[in-house]
């Protein structure tokens, strides 16, 4: 993967993780009281917030689609942990608890991202933001289909896939947008 692909991923995860940091100060780890198939509607909520701003070319509210986006990769790996933690029911952790579970998920998805880009090349640098948008609101309808299927698959990946994919679109996104901002 290019050093440049890896240092403007970095800088996402970067700003997201220090967003997540603070939000889990402020409001402590609320979100475990959600369950899977709530989070991936927020992250629903997100992404058709961001796809109606594109159309529209206009917006009422003052969170920018990138802070759109961001939500989308931290409620992604926020969806990650919980799988991992399906069996812990505790409500409150502690940051330093979750800080492991963020870094490795965000590895893993980085992995992922590296092994796809070794066989596509960079072709989502041609993309554009809006079409990247609709990959993610078509992987959030995979995503729920595959919760109101009890998570059964016959020839799909699992969830888990969809919600790395909907982080690297993401990150894809921010990235792009600030090439954009700079042109």
């Known amino acids: ?5 890896v240092s403007e991923y970095n800088q996402v995860i970067s ?16 979100w475990r009281i ?7 509607d927020q992250i629903f909520i997100k992404a058709q917030r961001i796809r109606s701003i594109q159309e529209k070319g206009s917006q009422k509210i003052g969170d920018t689609i990138q802070e759109e986006f961001i939500g989308i990769i931290n409620y992604c790996l926020i969806a990650l942990i919980q799988l991992e933690m399906k069996e812990d029911d505790r ?3 502690d940051y330093t608890e979750l800080e492991p579970m963020y870094d490795k998920w ?22 554009r933001v809006a079409s990247m948008t609709d990959i993610i609101l078509m992987k959030l ?3 729920k289909q595959i919760e109101d299927n ?19 679109y993401s990150v894809f996104c921010l990235i ?8």
């Not at 980085?110 to 041609?126: C, F, I, P, V």
């Not at 998570?151 to 699992?158: C, R």
């Not at 888990?160 to 982080?167: G, K």
Request: with cysteine; aromatic share 8%.
């Open 176 to 183: 792009r947008l600030k090439e954009e901002q700079h042109a």
């Open 1 to 5: 993967m290019r050093t440049q692909t």
């Open 141 to 143: 309808y995979r995503v």
């Open 34 to 40: 959600l369950r899977i198939p709530s989070i991936t």
């Open 150 to 168: 009890q998570g059964k698959t016959l020839a799909s990946e699992g969830v888990e896939a969809n919600y790395q994919d909907m982080i690297n």
């Open 91 to 93: 409500l409150e952790l």
């Open 15 to 30: 700003l997201c993780k220090e967003l997540f940091k603070k939000k889990t100060i402020d409001y402590g780890t609320a």
């Open 106 to 127: 965000v590895e893993a998805t980085r992995g992922l991202l590296e092994n796809k880009n070794h066989d596509y090349g960079e072709a989502w640098r041609d993309m």
